[in-house]
C-alpha cells in the first residue's frame, strides 16, 4: 500500500524539513518489507483560496485512494491503534493511502465531502509545518511497530 502526506503550502528549509525528511527516510527505509510503499511527500501549491487550495488537493489523490484528512476535530489514536489500522488497510487491499494536510484556511467543501474521515494529534491547533513532522513521525513508529523493532516504547 503506498502512503502519501499531501500538503498545502511549501516546507521551507530548516528543522522542520530536515526532521520531516529524516522520519520520512526512516519510515521509507522500513516500509516495503512491511507491504507499504512510501511515505511519499507532494506539496500543494497553496494561494488562491480555499477552493483552489482544495482543487489542487483532490486533483493529486490517486483513483480509489483511501482519504485521511488530518484535523483537529479528528480522530484521536493511540500509535499502536494507527498501526494497526494501517495494517489492516494494507491487508483488505487498500492500494493507497493519502494523508492530507489543509492549508491556512482549511478544508474547502469538497475535500471534506471526498474525505470525511479525520485523524488528529489532540485537540490543540498545530503548526502545519509541525503537523508534517509529526505525521511522518507518526508513519515511521507505525512501521516499527508493525516490524516489532524498540523504538516504540509502550
Not at 487491499?93 to 474521515?117: N, S, W
Not at 505525521?135 to 509502550?154: F, N
Request: glycine share 12%; proline share 5%.
Amino acid at each position: 500500500m503506498r502512503l502519501q502526506i499531501l500538503a498545502v503550502g511549501r516546507l521551507k528549509d530548516g528543522p522542520e524539513r530536515d526532521l520531516t525528511d529524516d522520519y520520512i527516510r526512516r519510515a521509507s527505509a522500513m516500509a516495503r518489507g512491511l507491504g507499504f510503499k512510501g511515505p511519499e511527500e507532494a506539496e500543494i501549491a497553496s494561494g488562491g483560496g480555499m477552493d483552489a487550495e482544495g482543487a489542487r488537493l483532490l486533483a493529486r489523490i490517486p483513483e480509489g485512494a483511501r482519504i485521511i484528512r488530518l484535523d483537529e476535530g479528528g480522530e484521536n489514536l493511540t500509535s499502536e491503534a494507527f498501526a494497526s489500522r494501517l495494517s489492516r488497510w494494507r491487508d483488505d487491499g487498500e492500494r493507497d493511502t493519502c494523508f492530507l494536510i489543509g492549508g491556512a484556511e482549511g478544508y474547502a467543501p469538497d475535500v471534506r465531502a471526498a474525505a470525511p474521515q479525520t485523524l488528529a494529534f489532540g485537540v490543540q491547533t498545530w503548526p502545519h509545518r509541525l503537523v508534517r513532522a509529526m505525521l511522518a513521525e507518526q508513519l515511521y513508529r507505525a512501521m516499527t511497530i508493525l516490524a516489532g523493532t524498540p523504538y516504540h516504547k509502550a
